[in-house]
């Protein structure tokens, strides 16, 4: 049944969050990994907050889909939560969804200057659909979701998170003070985001601390390096070691890309196994970019593991390669 003729999309309001629920109880059937998006109540106060916009769609007078931005700092938001009903896929419905999303939540907040989205990496239709948006590859978290908690993953192998995004206004060059593979995986986002990155260097910046932003149920240690963070630097890497002791799968710490110090962070954080993960625009902890390093414990992923558009293999090439040439340094070490 074609119900594009009279498809109706508009931003939700809190009195939409029933249906919204509802769709994604059906979906996930109470599996879903953060129950507030399926509890009625708990999505109506993240509505009416202003933080999680969704828009929603109807065709033939029913609740045909959803997808939501969230605001991940002042500059920043993601788009997430995409979800239509089976019965009116491949008909446009999330590109609608998104357009009115791009148009009346972000285009309007004068704060918004860029958006990112996660795609897991075992079906291409969400890396499609990001493309077709104008998105360019951010980054690939490797190991983010473990096969068990996603639907439709093939094998036992963890599922990675191709991350891509596009800026909403213009951005200004970039005074990147990474250096070595850290500095040309940063520099190469942002040659694809059409921004550059000027090897003028900051000389002072301020005292560094971390803060966290661990995700338990995934096994995700997530620290945030920053002025604003809190935990002392110097305290960083037993933090790391005894969280992975302890079971973590997956280890990301987010570095300011044009701090004075960030070289620093990233040679240790190399000795210690990580390397590139994503250069996130605004992503930081006051609004500044990062780069993300990360260290994924467990089997090594190779290549097999994940579906990637092709113009997104030499990312997978360049991720897989420094991760693998990051437990031979820490082997050695
Ligand atoms: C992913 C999902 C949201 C896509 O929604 P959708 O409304 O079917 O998406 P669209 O219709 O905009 O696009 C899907 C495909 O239909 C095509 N299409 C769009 N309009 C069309 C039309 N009128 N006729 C034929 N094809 C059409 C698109 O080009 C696209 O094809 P492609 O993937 O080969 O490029 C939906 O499949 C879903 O809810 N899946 C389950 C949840 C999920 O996986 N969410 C994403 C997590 S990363």
């Known amino acids: ?17 029933p249906e919204i629920a509802a769709l994604m109880e059906a979906q996930y059937g109470g599996g879903y990994a953060d129950p507030t998006y399926t509890d009625p109540a708990a999505l109506r106060a993240k509505l009416a907050g202003g933080d999680v916009r969704y828009a929603v769609a109807r065709a033939g007078g029913v609740h045909a889909g959803q997808m939501a931005v969230e605001r991940c700092s002042r500059h920043l938001w993601e788009f997430a939560r995409a979800l239509v009903r089976p019965e009116v896929r491949n008909q446009g419905v999330l590109l609608a969804l998104d357009q009115a999303l ?30 077709r948006v104008g998105a360019r590859a951010l980054g690939l978290l ?7 908690a996603l639907e439709g993953a093939a094998g036992a192998a963890p599922v990675s998170a191709l991350l891509t995004g596009r800026p909403l206004a213009p951005m200004r060059a970039r005074r990147l003070a990474l250096e070595g593979r850290v500095r040309a995986r940063a520099a190469a986002v942002l040659e694809g985001l059409g921004v550059d990155a000027s090897r003028e260097r900051l000389t002072a910046g301020p005292a560094l601390g971390v803060a966290r932003a661990d995700v338990p149920a995934l096994g995700l240690v997530h620290a945030r390096v920053g002025a604003r963070g809190r935990a002392p630097l110097v305290a960083l890497p037993d933090d790391l070691a005894r969280a992975r002791d302890a079971g973590a799968r997956v280890a990301w710490v987010d570095v300011p890309s044009e701090h004075p110090r960030a070289p620093a962070v990233v040679g240790a954080l190399e000795r210690a196994g990580f390397s590139f993960g994503a250069y996130l625009p605004f992503g930081g902890l006051a609004g500044e970019d990062v780069v993300r390093l990360q260290r994924h414990d467990g089997p090594a992923l190779g290549p097999d593991t994940m579906r990637l558009l092709d113009d997104h293999l030499p990312l997978r090439d360049a991720v897989l390669a420094d991760a693998a040439l990051a437990r031979v340094e820490q082997a050695c070490a």
């Not at 004068?110 to 989205?117: K, L």
């Not at 490797?142 to 068990?148: D, E, H, N, T, V």
Request: glycine share 2%; proline share 6%; hydrophobic share 45%.
């Open 1 to 17: 049944m074609d119900h594009a003729e009279d498809l109706e999309v508009r931003l939700a309001t809190p009195d939409d969050a």
């Open 102 to 131: 791009l148009e009346q939540a972000l285009r309007p907040d004068r704060a918004a200057r860029f958006f990112f989205a996660r795609s897991v990496t075992h079906h291409l239709v969400s890396q499609r659909h990001a493309r």
């Open 142 to 148: 490797l190991g983010l979701w473990p096969a068990s």
